[in-house]
């Protein structure tokens, strides 16, 4: 267990507590999980489901895609102590998470269009967010009437997007609780997504008082947020689920599924609020190259040769930079290279943790290897376009900011 105090108010002390996913059984039609007790990951799971529960503080977990930073989404006193954590804009909506499609419609009150149908049977629980109309609201004993969710987690919006995670700490978690759970990235709003305890540790160390660290994270991209309210259907954000498999899986009504903007001006109305914003940034510059080959000519090398001075570089290669061909003068400003790997699965699970660990080597410059937008492709270049300073593509220069 890691504990530190911290001077940034309000100071709290932040534990990172392990649980076990071998503890926890979570069968896909149930609607409670069977946890093992008593256990490290009972007592854990419990401190963390109360904090939620009551409204005490957000708490940091592990889900298939990234860290999630959770809090009650029908409180919303709760829902702003994440945005105060992470330091976000608010007018940016929260997914809302939840553990059964009973809790759906128990808790919320909300039924699912048949569009979705395919897509939840196939792809629930897992990496998959759609976008639904707001619930109606809830008439009070009184007569009065208070919105189901609340409006903090859906800010000037009149649909809400909901996810039932697959990785079993998140789900007991929000089981146990017994709560909608409003979560969206742990961390801190413009840095990568954290894919370990320790990234989110770094992020928000003082900010919140627990993580729970169930190791790292499997998929390592956010999920795949897709609008059926709208005809025809949109893909807001590409993600763990790929936009191959939303035609294949969806039936004929995601057959011409469209995939939505990706990045919008500052002042624009958009239809994925998060895209405007700055996202999964290093502290070092990125260029990103695309269709460079192995890299040993072109582009790529007329770039590093025209780096002039002390520059500290960091390299991400993917599929297929080789980066012994390079020069000797480029090769010494290396400081650290950490590769990427080759399948789109291995890709997507390491980007957010390499771009931090070559961030923290001290780099100015990061070169990262881009990937054809294919199955996984299309999110590891949604994230990668977002992080980059530059993206260099086949020999001509395209500056992004
Ligand atoms: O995998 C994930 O989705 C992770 C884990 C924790 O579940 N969560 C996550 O949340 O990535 P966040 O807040 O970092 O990203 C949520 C994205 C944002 O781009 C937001 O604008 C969009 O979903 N979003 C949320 N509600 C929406 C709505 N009603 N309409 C359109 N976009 C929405
Ligand atoms: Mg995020």
Not at 16 to 36: C, E, G, K, T
Not at 131 to 136: D, G, Q, S, T
Request: proline letters at 9%; hydrophobic letters at 40%; charged letters at 20%.
């Amino acid at each position: 267990m890691v504990s530190v105090s911290s001077t940034l108010s309000p100071p709290l002390t932040t534990q990172i507590l392990p649980v076990a996913l071998s503890d926890i059984d979570f069968p896909r039609d149930a609607d409670m999980p069977n946890v093992q007790q008593p256990s490290v990951t009972y007592t854990n799971i419990h401190k963390a489901a109360h904090m939620i529960r009551f409204h005490i503080a957000p708490v940091a977990f592990p889900t298939e895609t990234v860290y999630g930073l959770g809090a009650s989404a029908l409180s919303t006193t709760a829902v702003r102590q994440i945005f105060t954590a992470k330091n976000r804009p608010l007018d940016n909506p929260l997914i809302v998470h939840i553990s059964s499609v009973a809790q759906l419609r128990r808790v919320l009150n909300t039924k699912i269009p048949e569009i979705y149908e395919p897509l939840i049977q196939k792809f629930w629980p897992g990496p998959l967010t759609i976008i639904l109309p707001l619930p109606a609201p809830i008439r009070n004993e009184d007569g009065s009437e208070a919105p189901a969710i609340s409006p903090a987690c859906t800010p000037g919006q009149n649909t809400f997007g909901v996810r039932m995670p697959s990785h079993p700490v998140a789900r007991a978690l929000i089981a146990i609780s017994d709560t909608p759970v409003a979560a969206p990235s742990a961390n801190a709003s413009t840095r990568p997504s954290p894919t370990t305890a320790m990234h989110v540790y770094t992020d928000m160390a003082g900010r919140i008082p627990l993580i729970l660290d169930g190791g790292p994270c499997n998929v390592g991209l956010e999920s795949t947020v897709v609008d059926g309210t709208v005809s025809p259907p949109a893909i807001l954000r590409p993600g763990g689920v790929s936009i191959e498999e939303i035609r294949k899986y969806g039936g004929p009504l995601w057959k011409d599924v469209i995939t939505g903007q990706s990045d919008a001006g500052q002042d624009e109305k958009v239809r994925t609020p998060g895209m405007k914003y700055r996202h999964y940034s290093p502290k070092a510059k990125v260029v990103v190259f695309l269709g460079q080959g192995d890299g040993s000519d072109g582009e790529i090398l007329r770039y590093l040769r025209g780096l002039t001075g002390d520059v500290k570089l960091g390299v991400l290669p993917s599929r297929l930079f080789n980066l012994d061909s390079w020069d000797e003068e480029i090769k010494k400003k290396i400081c650290v290279v950490k590769e990427l790997g080759k399948s789109g699965a291995e890709i997507s699970r390491n980007l957010f943790a390499y771009l931090r660990e070559v961030d923290e080597a001290g780099v100015d410059l990061i070169i990262a290897e881009g990937v054809g937008e294919e199955d996984e492709g299309a999110a590891i270049m949604n994230r990668l376009r977002k992080a980059a300073t530059e993206i260099l593509d086949n020999s001509q220069y395209i500056v992004k900011k």
